[in-house]
């Protein structure tokens, strides 16, 4: 099958809806949230209209039904990352309860005072404040790993991070703001040297690029549903089955319990332990159709498409005047995710005009301040791509960026 | 709907030549803002005579909008007392609100920001350095230089 953007776009129904102006939507905003294809669409409303009911509880068909559904989509996702067993798959509401889940029991747990969690400079605030949080609770310490001046992570400098008191190295995938994929084979091999467990933020890099739980040995791996086609509210965590019968569970509630006396409980099984209370049942059908469907376009082919929209972009902006690129500058291990800004004028000003073009482009701060005071910016614009972007987008980008100096000419002087 | 009237020309004008930009060197009431969402800064300095504002500058770092709205703030507030501060800061939310003003018309380019109204997501830009100032006046009575 060969990969055709054009025919991709057509599954989707928001690219329809949403022409103004007789302008075509040219959605960059991918980093945030992607659009969704009618496959997931209708899989959550065919759920709700005809097999309806709850999970692990009713005797009846329905409940049944969508007990298998629901187990289906477990399945689906161990298989999508390659995970040895189903039940390391826990559903969660996002990428960022997914991290917060793992602070506030293998955290609390394993993390005591003065023990280390070895962090990059480039966190998203999800995968920095569960662990400042955790920093509060029980004076454990968080260590910076630097970045070098192309902005990719030093992996000398982590290196000399590690100490006996390393416990966990919490590090992401892919940067929500440079682009920057780190090399992750080497570091769950660093960290596996020091015996320290290893937490991927996937929330960037696994929508683009899948991941192997297995072939990198990572110990927990987090992402969302909603950045990869599936629908908002469901998040996944990964988490080696040794870690997860060692900890406490998470929240108390139905599902997680196998037995309670009026003075006390005994917790579930993996992964029940740690999905307590009613969980986002059709959002979670409906994300194993998006998997489905990345898989039937292939993961392969999907990082091919990216890889020559990013070699263009590249190629294209760095050789447009006054554009400011935050982040690796070479194609090679950076997703097609580019922040920037343009001749001085305000992020918010940029996409308020591509907007009038109808481009959404993200504006801010990327919930990476820390960041934004290391690249010495208070905010950036941000295009991200995906499966149903194309090149002549990046030509509209460009154009369209140029009228932002119509309208706001700086005076000379 | 036009981008026009977002970017308004007295806007882009404001923008491009701020007017009472930069800290001075003396003031009585200095007040910082910032709006947590894109990152931006403001500090508003304020020199009151005898319930008056004689003189108020800002400087800070902003997009077009709410560079604007400050300069377009400091030239609308000196030779207020403060009770007319007051006033004309009610009458600048209830524009951004996108209620009729008439007063509006009369402090500086204010009225330029009733388009800004159409772009919702873009009205806390404006109303940044007037937010900001409120912090900075006391609610009512005399104000103690």
């Given amino acids: 099958m060969t990969f055709d953007p054009t025919k991709i776009r057509a599954d989707f129904p928001i690219f329809a809806a949403q022409v103004r102006n007789g302008r075509e939507l040219v959605y960059l905003d991918n980093g945030a949230t992607t659009q969704k294809p009618g496959v997931v669409i209708d899989a959550e409303r065919d759920f709700y209209s005809t097999e309806y009911g709850t999970v692990h509880r009713g005797i009846y068909h329905l409940s049944a039904v969508a007990t298998a559904q629901y187990e ?16 390391e798959i826990i559903f969660t509401r996002g990428a960022t309860e997914s991290i917060n889940l793992v602070a506030r029991t293998f955290g609390d747990r394993f993390i005591g005072k003065g023990d280390e969690i070895i962090l990059s400079e480039f966190e998203h605030h999800s995968n920095m404040v569960p662990w400042l949080m955790l920093q509060e609770r029980t004076g454990a310490r968080l260590v910076y790993v630097r970045s070098t001046p192309d902005w990719r992570l030093d992996m000398i400098d982590l290196r000399s991070k ?138 392969e082919n999907i990082i091919a498409h990216e890889s020559e929209l990013t070699e263009y972009a590249l190629d294209r902006l760095l050789s447009t005047e006054g554009f400011e690129l935050y982040g690796p500058k070479t194609p090679k291990h950076r997703g097609a995710l580019f922040s920037f800004n343009y001749k001085d004028i305000h992020s918010h000003d940029v996409a308020s005009i591509l907007d009038f073009a109808n481009i959404a482009v993200r504006a801010g701060h990327h919930c990476a301040q820390p960041l934004m005071q290391r690249l010495g910016v208070n905010s950036t614009a941000r295009a991200s791509f995906y499966v149903y972007n194309q090149k002549e987008e990046i030509d509209i980008l460009l154009e369209s960026l140029k009228q932002c100096e119509r309208f706001l000419k700086h005076a000379v002087g | 709907m036009q981008l026009d009237d977002l970017y308004r020309e007295v806007i882009v004008d404001h923008y491009n030549r701020p007017r009472n930009f930069g800290r001075p060197e003396k003031w009585d009431i200095m007040v910082e803002g910032k709006n947590p969402v894109c990152g931006d800064e403001i500090a508003i300095y304020l020199t009151v005579k005898d ?5 108020c500058h800002f400087d800070g770092k902003g997009c077009s909008i709410s560079i604007a709205s400050a300069s377009v703030m400091t030239e609308s507030l000196i030779g207020k007392s403060l009770d007319e501060v007051r006033l004309v800061l009610a009458d600048f939310n209830q524009l951004l609100r996108g209620e009729v003003c008439q007063r509006c018309e009369q402090y500086s380019d204010a009225i330029a920001f009733q388009g800004v109204t159409k772009f919702p997501v873009r009205v806390k830009c404006a109303l940044l350095a007037w937010k900001t100032l409120e912090g900075a006046i006391p609610d009512s009575g005399t104000h103690q230089a």
């Fill in chain 1, 162 to 299: 590690f100490s006996s008191r390393t416990k966990l190295v919490a590090i992401t995938g892919m940067s929500n703001v440079l682009g920057t994929i780190n090399d992750i084979d080497g570091i769950c091999q660093l960290a596996h040297e020091h015996g320290a467990r290893v937490l991927m933020d996937g929330a960037q890099l696994v929508p683009h690029f899948g991941f192997d739980v297995r072939g990198t040995d990572c110990d927990f791996l987090a992402f969302s549903s909603h950045k990869m086609l599936g629908p908002t509210g469901v998040g996944v965590l990964y988490m080696k089955q040794e870690i997860g019968v060692e900890i406490p569970p998470y929240q108390g509630g139905g599902d997680m319990i196998e037995n309670v006396r009026y003075d006390g409980f005994t917790t579930n099984e993996l992964p029940y332990k740690f999905e307590a209370g009613t969980p986002n049942i059709a959002g979670v059908i409906a994300f194993a159709k998006a998997i489905e469907y990345l898989q039937g376009l292939g993961m």
């Fill in chain 2, 51 to 55: 319930d008056i504002v004689s003189e």
């Fill in chain 1, 72 to 87: 289906a989509a477990r399945e689906t996702v161990a298989d999508f990352i390659n995970a040895r067993l189903t039940k």
